[in-house]
């Protein structure tokens, strides 16, 4: 290949079913040489997830159709959950080998990142940054201004950062970024799969047969991990106060949570009676059903608080799906995808009485109401797809500072 191409390699923590698809689209449209750097192998090899509470590996192609190879990983707890997770002595070496253009980091808090940013071996390549954290529910206090004074100095090793949305832009520009250095490369999911819907709309009506739920009812959909920050609980008790609320006794709405993890007894206990009547429970469904997933559904809720809920992918997956999307203030695609009353619902997060009625204007709305507001909703996500992000990153390695010109070896 020409050597005109910039040439850049990316460091990311394990393979997943978001950024795979991506890869793979860059590598055929040929602009960039790029070559990935893994630093575990969760998602191509069956571990167990932390969160769900069971043992996965993604069933749709993570390693097709682009440059990659695994890093050793020496930790002994491996996993990005904790600082020491991600620990790779022989990382700093390979990328000082390669001699890239220019080197993506996926995140910057974990040991292996960190050693790429302060390696003086790697001091003059330029890193660019992509996250996509947001201060959309950071608390006030000498904690957080002296956790934000540090990252204004580490951010300065980089040449760029590239936001996914305007949470996380406003992130950066918090954190000391300059705009000069930012570049918009948006978060997206695998559109063409997602929208590929007709076979799924036809499962998705054999499932909501199977597990019992009535043909007329509207479908509240909670699909993910039953964790204490996406609010699980919350969803159900506004939901179960509504029933209780309606005129007659019976909301006529259906309310599926797919998924698992340490909440799923507390949702069933509080569920009670209402248990296989209008709330309902399916198992984790792996990457290709999940366009299933979001074809039962009338609208996709998202009820998280705090700041990890950082982007919210799922919405995108809905939304190709042209499902309306019911958010929390503290969901960081929030201010990019959901508009009130057009493209979905948003609640200020945390204030039961605000989701109880973003969940009634939700059902008030009715079926045609909802129904446009999906296609709103797939009209909009269409500014979020592989290609426009693909071409993003492209404009964002322009500029980049001259290298020495001595030959060098090509990117594996």
């Known amino acids: 290949m020409s050597t005109a191409l910039p040439r850049l390699a990316v ?6 079913q978001y950024y795979s698809p991506w890869f793979r689209r860059i ?11 893994y630093l575990w192998d969760f998602g191509v090899q069956c571990r167990h997830d932390r969160d769900f509470g069971q043992a996965l590996q993604w069933d749709i192609p993570l390693m097709d159709g682009y440059s990659s190879e695994f890093v050793p990983n020496q930790s002994v707890d491996p996993g990005t959950h904790h600082f020491d997770g991600l620990d790779n002595p022989g990382l700093v070496g390979r990328l000082a080998a390669a001699r890239p253009d220019a080197i993506l980091l996926f995140g910057y808090a974990y040991r292996s990142h960190l050693q790429v940013m302060l390696a003086p071996r790697l001091a003059r390549i330029p890193l660019l ?12 206090g000498w904690r957080t201004s002296l956790r934000r004074l540090a990252r204004k100095i580490l951010f300065r090793r980089f040449f760029r950062v590239l936001a996914v949305g305007s949470a996380n832009a406003d992130y950066f520009r918090n954190n000391g970024v300059p705009d000069a250095r930012i570049r918009f490369v948006p978060h997206c999911v695998d559109n063409d799969r997602f ?14 047969r199977a597990l019992g739920i009535p043909v007329q009812a509207p479908v509240i959909l909670f699909a993910g991990k039953f964790e204490e920050k996406k609010r699980p609980l919350d969803l159900l008790a506004a939901f179960l106060r509504l029933e209780r609320e309606a005129r007659d006794g019976e909301l006529g709405a259906a309310l599926l949570f797919v998924g698992g993890g340490a909440l799923e007894s507390d949702l069933r206990r509080l569920a009670g009676e209402r248990l ?6 399916a ?6 059903e999940m366009p299933m997933v979001y074809a039962i559904a009338d609208l996709l809720a998202l009820p998280s608080f705090g700041n990890g809920e950082t982007w919210g992918l799922a919405v995108n997956e809905a ?37 109880a009625a973003a969940l009634g204007r939700a059902l008030a709305a009715g079926p045609e109401r909802r129904a446009q507001m999906g296609r709103n909703a797939q009209a909009r996500i269409q ?8 071409g993003a990153l492209r404009e964002a390695l322009a500029g980049l500072p001259t290298r020495d010109p001595t030959p060098i070896e090509d990117l594996p």
């Open 319 to 355: 939304m190709n799906l042209a499902r309306p999307c019911l958010l929390s203030t503290h969901v960081g695609c929030g201010p990019d995808l959901v508009r009130e009353g057009e493209t979905g619902w948003v609640f200020e997060a945390g204030n039961a009485d605000a989701l």
């Open 11 to 16: 460091v990311l923590s394990h393979p997943t």
């Open 129 to 140: 940054l992509r996250g996509d954290s947001h201060d959309l529910a950071r608390p006030r």
């Open 283 to 288: 198992p984790f469904k792996n990457q290709s």
């Open 27 to 37: 590598a055929a449209l040929g602009a960039i040489r790029m070559h990935v750097y």
């Open 276 to 281: 296989g009547r209008s709330v309902f429970f």
């Open 195 to 208: 929208q590929a819907a007709a076979p799924a709309n036809a499962a998705a009506a054999q499932w909501r």
């Open 383 to 390: 500014g979020y797809s592989y290609d426009i992000a693909a």
